[in-house]
């Protein structure tokens, strides 16, 4: 007897759990949306300053590139094995704070060494035809006024072809403007790196990523520009100076014109040469200040 009252205790109290969980479970309606349209709570990548911990949301689209800091882009990416070939080879003139105009000079025509990287013997010819027989400027980029932040950039014919607005400090963000009927872009392109001490600086142009970078850990002495292809970085241009320190910056530049238009290639150079002297002020404790002068 007491063993079947146990039993029916027994049935009562499971059918009332079975009822109260059917009762709190929710509703096929309530849980209906699809898992891989949820948004989930990710952690950025760390590195920069700012809060680790803080959480951004995506929506299950986000390109792998767009979580990561563009300074790190070109670092992360193998490359691709395909050696650079410029067609395009350009003097930039030696400029410092006081330089008010930044001449730009083609040495394509007369260059005759064939390009295998920047050796001694490639530099040196482009130093030669510098000295013996310099065209006339190719492009000029002209401060407007003493503290810097503004350049007017014109071609050989003196015609107004962009602007180049500065940043106030190495880590600001530079923009590059054009008419609306130039052939060079169709539009503003902004050149900014993410982290201060970071050397390397990031800009996109019609949806591809762009990123100079230094060869060296120790200095910007020389510099390679790489197009981020998907998962792969390609190399698009190489730029090199003399041991001319921080303050005093110009060189040999070559480009891959197939990749990317050489206006915008000449003037992300030198927007990345004058935040190079912008950090050297910095770390003087001079200050950027829109650099005063030079590019």
Request: glycine share 8%; aromatic share 8%.
């Amino acid at each position: 007897m007491s063993t079947a009252i146990e039993l029916q205790d027994v049935s009562v109290v499971s059918r009332r759990r079975t009822t109260d969980a059917e009762s709190t479970s929710p509703s096929p309606e309530s849980n209906s949306t699809p898992l891989n349209t949820r948004k989930l709570s990710v952690l950025p990548p760390t590195g920069c300053k700012g809060n680790p911990n803080a959480k951004v949301e995506d929506d299950g689209t986000s390109d792998e590139n767009l979580t990561t800091l563009h300074d790190d882009i070109s670092t992360s990416l193998p490359l691709d094995t395909t050696s650079l070939r410029p067609d395009r080879v350009f003097w930039v003139t030696p400029h410092n704070y006081f330089t008010k105009t930044i001449k730009v000079l083609d040495l394509t025509p007369f260059t005759q060494t064939p390009y295998t990287g920047m050796s001694d013997a490639y530099k040196n010819e482009a130093k030669e035809i510098v000295k013996s027989r310099a065209p006339e400027p190719t492009y000029m980029l002209t401060r407007e006024n003493w503290v810097g932040r503004k350049y007017s950039v014109t071609d050989s014919s003196g015609e107004s072809i962009a602007d180049w607005k500065h940043s106030w400090t190495s880590v600001g963000t530079a923009m590059l403007t054009f008419p609306d009927d130039s052939p060079h872009c169709s539009h503003t392109i902004e050149l900014k790196n993410k982290c201060w001490g970071r050397r390397t600086e990031t800009f996109v142009v019609d949806s591809a990523t762009f990123v100079w970078k230094p060869d060296s850990f120790f200095g910007s002495h020389n510099m390679t520009l790489y197009k981020v292809l998907g998962k792969k970085k390609v190399e698009v241009g190489k730029y090199s100076q003399k041991w001319w320190g921080a303050f005093l910056t110009g060189g040999t530049l070559v480009l891959d014109t197939r990749e990317l238009d050489e206006l915008i290639g000449i003037l992300s150079l030198a927007v990345v040469l004058k935040k190079k002297r912008q950090r050297a002020a910095e770390r003087s404790g001079g200050g950027g200040g829109g650099g005063g002068g030079g590019a």
